[in-house]
C-alpha cells in the first residue's frame, strides 16, 4: 500500500496538456494548458498525462493560460469549481458569455452552477493558475460545447466525435468508420440552459479569499457543503483553513480527502514521515490515514481540504 509522500503532486512537477479540449486551435484559446491531477479528469485528448488515477469521487485538476488567452463555453452536469492560484481571472457565462461577469482575485473561490455556459479568461499581466475540482469519478462525461465553439474548432482543423474524441486534420485525422461529429445543440435545446443574473452567482456561488482568512481564524471555514457559505452537495465538502483553524494534532478522515496549499507552507506529518506542502501542490490522504498539518513558517498561510461526502455527484443543489 502506497503512503502519502506517493500521494503528493508537487506544482512543478505538473505536466500540461495542450490538446485537451476542442478549442485547441481557435485564437484565442491555443496557449491554454490543461492539467489532471487526481481523477480521469474531462480531456478529450489521448494526450492528456493523469498524476494519480485513484478514483475518489471527484477530480482535481487545474489549467494554466497566458494573459488574454481565455477557455471556450462550455456546460458541466456536475460540480465545476475554481480557486485562483495565480493571477486575476474574469469568469463569464451565458449563451454568448454576456449573462454575467466576474474578476476572481487570488485566492477566491467559484462554485459554478451546473447547466449554464461558462468561460474563462486570464486578465492578469503573468501566466496564472486556476486549481479545480469536479465532482464525480467520471467528470468527463457531463461536458457540452456551446454551438459556436464546435464551429469555430472546425475551421482550425478540430473535430469532436460523439465519442467524445477530438480528431485532428492537421495531423491527417478524420472521423473513423462509423463515428460521427458531435452534434451541435438545436435552438429548443439551447433553452434548458439558463442565463443566470450576475447578482445571483456572485451572491450564491462565490467566495473571497479575505472573507475565509476571517471566518477560519479560529476553526475551519466551510466553504461549500449542505451547511456552508456557498451552499450545495455536489459529492464533496470544501474546507478552507489558515493558522489556528485546527491544532496541529494526528486525526483522520473516514473519507478521501485533498490537501490544496493556497498561501505560505505546510509542515504535513505522518506516521513514519514529514514533508512540506507548497502552494500548488495536492495531496490525497486515504480515509483513515493518521496525520498532521500547520504552518511551517510564520506569515500568510492558507490551504483549501476538500473531501468526499456520500451526496451523489449531480446537478447543482440549492436546498429548496
Given at each position: 500500500?502506497?503512503?502519502?509522500?506517493?500521494?503528493?503532486?508537487?506544482?512543478?512537477?505538473?505536466?500540461?496538456?495542450?490538446?485537451?479540449?476542442?478549442?485547441?486551435?481557435?485564437?484565442?484559446?491555443?496557449?491554454?494548458?490543461?492539467?489532471?491531477?487526481?481523477?480521469?479528469?474531462?480531456?478529450?485528448?489521448?494526450?492528456?498525462?493523469?498524476?494519480?488515477?485513484?478514483?475518489?469521487?471527484?477530480?482535481?485538476?487545474?489549467?494554466?493560460?497566458?494573459?488574454?488567452?481565455?477557455?471556450s463555453l462550455h456546460s458541466?452536469?456536475?460540480?465545476?469549481?475554481?480557486?485562483?492560484?495565480?493571477?486575476?481571472?474574469?469568469?463569464?457565462?451565458?449563451?454568448?458569455?454576456?449573462?454575467?461577469?466576474?474578476?476572481?482575485?487570488?485566492?477566491?473561490?467559484?462554485?459554478?452552477?451546473?447547466?449554464?455556459?461558462?468561460?474563462?479568461?486570464?486578465?492578469?499581466?503573468?501566466?496564472?493558475?486556476?486549481?479545480?475540482?469536479?465532482?464525480?469519478?467520471?467528470?468527463?462525461?457531463?461536458?457540452?460545447?456551446?454551438?459556436?465553439?464546435?464551429?469555430?474548432?472546425?475551421?482550425?482543423?478540430?473535430?469532436?466525435?460523439?465519442?467524445?474524441?477530438?480528431?485532428?486534420?492537421?495531423?491527417?485525422?478524420?472521423?473513423?468508420?462509423?463515428?460521427?461529429?458531435?452534434?451541435?445543440?438545436?435552438?429548443?435545446?439551447?433553452?434548458?440552459?439558463?442565463?443566470?443574473?450576475?447578482?445571483?452567482?456572485?451572491?450564491?456561488?462565490?467566495?473571497?479569499?479575505?472573507?475565509?482568512?476571517?471566518?477560519?481564524?479560529?476553526?475551519p471555514a466551510k466553504v461549500?457543503?449542505?451547511?456552508?457559505?456557498?451552499?450545495?452537495?455536489?459529492?464533496?465538502?470544501?474546507?478552507?483553513?489558515?493558522?489556528?483553524?485546527?491544532?496541529?494534532?494526528?486525526?483522520?478522515?473516514?473519507?478521501?480527502?485533498?490537501?490544496?496549499?493556497?498561501?505560505?507552507?505546510?509542515?504535513?506529518?505522518?506516521?513514519?514521515?514529514?514533508?512540506?506542502?507548497?502552494?500548488?501542490?495536492?495531496?490525497?490522504?486515504?480515509?483513515?490515514?493518521?496525520?498532521?498539518?500547520?504552518?511551517?513558517?510564520?506569515?500568510?498561510?492558507?490551504?483549501?481540504?476538500?473531501?468526499?461526502?456520500?451526496?451523489?455527484?449531480?446537478?447543482?443543489?440549492?436546498?429548496?
Open positions: 500500500m502506497s503512503n502519502i509522500q506517493d500521494r503528493i503532486v508537487r506544482y512543478g512537477d505538473l505536466k500540461p496538456c495542450k490538446t485537451a479540449f476542442i478549442d485547441a486551435h481557435t485564437p484565442g484559446s491555443d496557449q491554454k494548458e490543461n492539467f489532471t491531477i487526481i481523477g480521469g479528469g474531462v480531456s478529450e485528448s489521448p494526450d492528456q498525462h493523469v498524476h494519480i488515477t485513484e478514483q475518489v469521487g471527484f477530480n482535481i485538476g487545474a489549467a494554466g493560460q497566458p494573459p488574454k488567452c481565455r477557455n458541466h452536469t456536475t460540480a465545476e469549481v475554481f480557486f485562483v492560484l495565480k493571477g486575476r481571472w474574469r469568469f463569464f457565462w451565458g449563451r454568448y458569455g454576456t449573462a454575467g461577469e466576474f474578476v476572481a482575485e487570488e485566492g477566491d473561490i467559484f462554485n459554478i452552477p451546473t447547466g449554464i455556459f461558462r468561460g474563462f479568461e486570464n486578465i492578469g499581466t503573468d501566466y496564472g493558475m486556476i486549481m479545480a475540482v469536479l465532482g464525480g469519478d467520471d467528470a468527463g462525461g457531463g461536458v457540452t460545447w456551446a454551438p459556436q465553439v464546435i464551429e469555430d474548432a472546425k475551421d482550425h482543423g478540430l473535430v469532436l466525435g460523439e465519442n467524445g474524441a477530438l480528431y485532428d486534420s492537421k495531423k491527417g485525422e478524420s472521423l473513423p468508420d462509423g463515428v460521427k461529429p458531435m452534434p451541435v445543440l438545436t435552438e429548443e435545446e439551447l433553452k434548458a440552459y439558463p442565463e443566470v443574473p450576475v447578482q445571483d452567482v456572485v451572491r450564491d456561488y462565490v467566495a473571497r479569499y479575505w472573507d475565509l482568512m476571517a471566518l477560519a481564524a479560529k476553526q461549500i457543503g449542505e451547511d456552508a457559505l456557498l451552499r450545495d452537495k455536489p459529492g464533496f465538502e470544501v474546507d478552507f483553513l489558515t493558522r489556528g483553524s485546527i491544532p496541529d494534532e494526528m486525526h483522520v478522515h473516514d473519507k478521501p480527502t485533498v490537501l490544496m496549499p493556497m498561501r505560505g507552507h505546510w509542515k504535513l506529518r505522518w506516521a513514519g514521515g514529514e514533508t512540506v506542502l507548497n502552494p500548488g501542490d495536492t495531496c490525497l490522504i486515504n480515509p483513515g490515514e493518521a496525520h498532521a498539518i500547520a504552518p511551517s513558517m510564520t506569515g500568510e498561510a492558507s490551504l483549501y481540504r476538500v473531501t468526499t461526502t456520500d451526496d451523489p455527484a449531480g446537478l447543482t443543489w440549492t436546498g429548496k
